[in-house]
């Protein structure tokens, strides 16, 4: 699907896409066509259906899966993640990559924690952690769309950097902060439900419209899919990718928040495994690494896979030793399977 400005990129997918093979009315007649449709809609749904199948496993391994407390409990530790996930959805998409979401994880949480220990008000706290994701997403954007330097060097670069300052800020300590509106992020619930999923929800509701259903969000299909095309024909590619890296960085600062306000402690040595987790959730729902075609829904399905999957193994007792090893292979398969599909669509 291409923007209105965009006629000269008829090849970008339309949101969520997944083309499968072969159109309807080409030859073989309407059974052919019917079979051609459904293969598509198999593929495009593929993830969806692993989820299902997963939901049915978990079922029957831990009877205790499907109840209310045990789905509220998975939302709520994946909250974080998954408001990261939306933002990565739009870098990929676009053709980028960021893998500085977890350093900025950790800045959020050690200013965050930091300004409302010195400073006693935590409003003020929360603007300047937003305020430190904002800056550092502009620093990626600017460096990757204006200076044309490689995203994966780049953010690679300045997880680096941010890690630093967090450290330097937090001279190497973590800020214990006592009081209940510190914690009003995490422990807040609203209508019997914690405020974390209520983000989580708006985040992705919100991500979902824009990319969908906005001309920003068909200019980011369109950049990703062919950035030249997209130059040409008048789009502002530098301001698009700017923007998108500008959503990582502010809500890896918003999910540090998050999870200084759960714990009650800011620190810049957390988030090591946030980069990989985001990334696995958008590549797992479907969302091609190449850019150019994917769903904010499609991270959603690969945030619930990952998810359900973790809660199984921690039920089961089964190591964290498999549950990464698990996790690393879904990944992989995931990638494969989107070169698979590629190459058969080309």
Known sequence: MTSPAVSTTPSAPPPGAAAGPGEPGRGGGAGTDRAARIKAVALRYSMLWVLVALV???????????????????????????????AMTFVIISGGFDLSVGATYALGSTVFAGVTKSTGSVALAGVCALLAGLAVGAANGTIIARWK????????????????????????????????????????????????????????????????????????YAIGGNEEAGRLSGLRVPWLVGSAYVM????????????????????????????????????????????????????????????TLTNVFYSLNISQHWQLIAKGTIVVAAVALDSLLRARRA
């Open 248 to 307: 990582t960085g502010v809500t890896a600062a918003l999910a540090g928040m998050m999870d200084a306000s759960r714990l009650g402690v800011g620190q810049a040595d957390v988030g090591a495994t946030v980069a990989l987790d985001t990334i696995a959730i958008v590549v797992v729902g479907g969302t091609s690494l190449r850019g150019g075609e994917g769903a904010v829904w499609r991270s959603a399905v690969g945030l619930l896979i990952l998810a």
């Open 149 to 220: 330097v490689n995203p994966f060097v780049t953010t690679l670069g300045m997880s680096s950097v941010i890690a630093g300052l967090a450290y330097v800020y937090s001279n190497s300590a973590p800020f214990i902060v006592d009081g209940i509106s510190f914690q009003y992020l995490a422990l807040t619930t609203v209508a019997g439900v914690p405020l974390p999923i209520w983000i989580l929800l708006a985040v992705f509701l919100a991500g979902a419209v824009l990319l969908a259903q906005t001309g920003y969000g068909r200019n980011i």
């Open 56 to 86: 049915l496993a978990a079922t029957v391994l831990y009877p205790g899966f499907l109840q209310p407390a045990n789905v509220q409990d998975i939302l709520t530790q994946n909250a974080a993640v998954g408001i990261i996930a939306v």
